[in-house]
């Protein structure tokens, strides 16, 4: 069935620092990958999405690249604040199946 | 313009009763779709609905199910409640299916005991 795994589970950084989080899907019939990040106690909030039709895009300090070859994209977050500190959680999506799969999450923390 | 409500947000059950839950969509969307969620477990898919048909559902068994109204308003029963069946179960409207950004409500914390 299709799967999406997200790593690392936990992610500690130190404030100004980057922050990678990597998902691989199985699906090859996914074309939509949407970042959730989810405050502690909180709703998930989409932040940035990024379709199979294009290979990278940035929003201020947050990008998303894919590599639809390989199956996998990533979530890069630079300059990191103490108000990034979320889970933060993948998803690949075959748009003609009406299903969103995400990944497992990542805990991230931004160390002041 | 009113987000997704979901009701109740808290409740305590114990094994073998059943449960339903309601999630009001955001006006205009007619796409929802329920998860759980759990420690360790992220976003797990329960089903989708589209103007009233199941479009699709996850691996939970058969006590696990659901159902959406012409106004779009969705609910989801649990029957014959296990105790790992606690766990905090969202909701989340979109305008289209399977390819827009997901609005989730603040979710139901169920627990079983």
């Known amino acids: 069935g299709e799967n999406v795994e997200q790593h690392p589970s936990t992610l500690s950084v130190q404030e100004g620092d980057s922050a990678v989080i990597k998902c691989t899907y199985s699906d090859s019939a996914s074309n939509y990958f949407p970042w959730y990040k989810q405050e502690l106690g909180k709703r998930p909030q989409l932040i940035i999405d990024i379709r199979s039709n294009v290979g990278e895009k940035k929003d201020q300090r947050i990008a998303v690249t894919l590599n639809k070859t390989a199956k996998h994209f990533s979530l890069h977050i630079t300059e990191t604040q103490p108000e990034d500190s979320a889970v933060y959680f993948c998803?690949?999506?075959?748009?003609?199946?009406?299903?969103?799969?995400f990944g497992a999450g990542t805990r991230l923390f931004v160390k002041a | 313009k009113a987000g997704v409500t979901q009701t109740p947000r808290y409740l305590i059950k114990t094994r073998g009763q059943q449960v339903t839950l309601s999630c009001s969509p955001i006006s205009g969307h007619r796409s929802v779709s329920w998860y759980q969620q759990t420690p360790g477990q992220g976003l797990q898919f329960l089903f989708e609905y589209f103007s009233e048909t199941q479009r699709n559902k996850g691996n939970f068994p058969g006590r696990f199910s659901g159902r959406q109204f012409s106004n779009s308003r969705s609910e989801m029963n649990v029957s014959t409640l296990e105790l790992g069946d606690s766990a905090l179960y969202l909701c989340a409207s979109s305008l289209a299916q399977g390819a827009g950004e997901l609005f989730f409500g603040e979710g139901s914390r169920l627990t079983v005991l």
């Open positions: 998803a690949a999506i075959n748009t003609g199946g009406f299903k969103t799969i």
